[in-house]
């Protein structure tokens, strides 16, 4: 089974994330108009404050990805 999610962002990627818990084996691709793993929007205004860092911002690194295919 091959499975699109447009967007990458929060809800595409827990879109995602509950297809692969229902099929394991599926392939999943997600596509989005940027070049970052998905990241948290909502806290872009800490991130520029210097309240928290990179690991904060974005839920999830690349071995994550590869990991969850």
């Known amino acids: 089974m091959n499975i699109i999610v447009a ?3 929060i809800a595409g ?3 995602a994330k509950a297809a692969r818990d229902q099929n394991p084996d ?3 691709t997600l596509i989005d108009s940027g070049d970052k793993n998905t990241y948290l ?3 872009i205004p800490d991130y520029i404050a210097g309240t928290i860092g ?3 911002l974005f839920q999830y690194d690349d071995e994550w990805y590869k990991k969850n295919n």
Do not use: V
């Open 41 to 43: 929007r909502t806290r």
């Open 7 to 9: 967007g990458a962002g």
């Open 54 to 56: 990179t690991k904060e």
């Open 26 to 28: 599926c392939t999943i």
């Open 13 to 15: 990627l827990n879109a």
